[in-house]
């Protein structure tokens, strides 16, 4: 797997084999994927992600804390600005100009940010499961989660995002912890997000808790669209939905018209 290093930190990614890439003059921008917590890169395989993105090369990221990635004991090293800052580091080394970025729950304030601070690098925005105000609005949720993390109860984390399918996260609580207590320093993009201009997909399931604070996000951006899927909640929603994969799909497809 290839990697690159952000402040001496090393985060790996790997070209997801979705079949034939366009390739060289001409070629569709990629697509950069980030996943949430508790996952790593193969989830977005193992959930069937690669049919819906046709001839783009599809690059997916273990996020720092995750997968093959470093797993640093300091809580500044996985804060949101520098998860997005490592991902312009991957999309220059895969020689990417401009990318279609799709983050899923943690990965989704990641493209948030990454839209604001790196607006011309952004074909497109997919977000899944997430929204971008202020995480202290859902602070009871994220330190209750952290003392869960800190606990012998922690791989109900995992349960709750659907990584306990597979036996490839090699995940640690504290990580899990630390880039936790990493989302509570990010000031959220409320008052930057009128400024989005990439456009934004947005979708969440009815059943997820962060259902309200997605929709309420999709309305701060301009021409975003936002899709509630029904009967579904956070993990279906990027593990089992059916409904998700073809808005994401449509979504993509506009782009290469």
């Known amino acids: ?14 070209q997801l084999d979705c079949g034939e890439a366009e390739t060289g003059k ?3 921008p990629p697509v950069i994927l980030h996943h949430g917590l508790a996952q790593c ?33 300091s809580r500044a090293a996985y804060s949101v600005e520098g998860r997005a800052d490592t991902v312009i580091k991957i ?10 970025f799709f983050g899923f729950s943690m990965g989704g304030r990641v493209g948030f940010e990454l839209a604001l ?19 202290s609005i859902d602070r009871r949720n994220l330190e209750r989660r952290i003392s869960v993390l800190r606990s012998s109860k922690w791989r109900l984390v995992e349960r709750a995002v659907g990584a306990h399918r597979s036996n490839f996260h090699n995940n640690t609580p504290e990580a899990l912890a630390l880039s936790t207590e990493a989302v509570l320093d990010w000031r959220g993009a409320d008052d930057r ?19 309200e604070y997605a ?13 509630s899927l029904p009967d579904t909640g956070h993990a279906a ?11 994401v799909q449509q979504f993509v497809a506009a782009d290469a018209r």
């Open 1 to 14: 797997m290839p990697w690159v290093e952000h402040d001496g930190n090393r985060v790996f990614y790997r």
């Open 26 to 28: 001409g070629a569709l």
């Open 41 to 73: 890169a193969l989830d977005w395989q193992e959930a069937g992600w690669c049919s819906v993105f046709g001839n783009r090369a599809v690059y997916a990221i273990d996020a720092l804390g995750h997968g093959q990635s470093d797993r640093p004991d």
């Open 91 to 100: 999309a220059d080394d895969i020689s990417a100009e401009s990318f279609i």
């Open 117 to 135: 601070s790196h607006p011309d690098r952004i074909e497109r925005l997919i977000v899944g499961g997430m929204h971008g105000l202020r995480p």
């Open 193 to 211: 997000l009128p400024q989005l201009k990439a456009p934004t997909l947005i979708y969440c399931g009815e059943q997820d808790s962060l259902l």
């Open 215 to 227: 929709r309420q996000t999709a309305e701060l951006i301009p021409g975003c669209q936002f899709e």
């Open 237 to 247: 929603s990027f593990y089992s939905s059916d409904t998700a994969k073809r808005l």
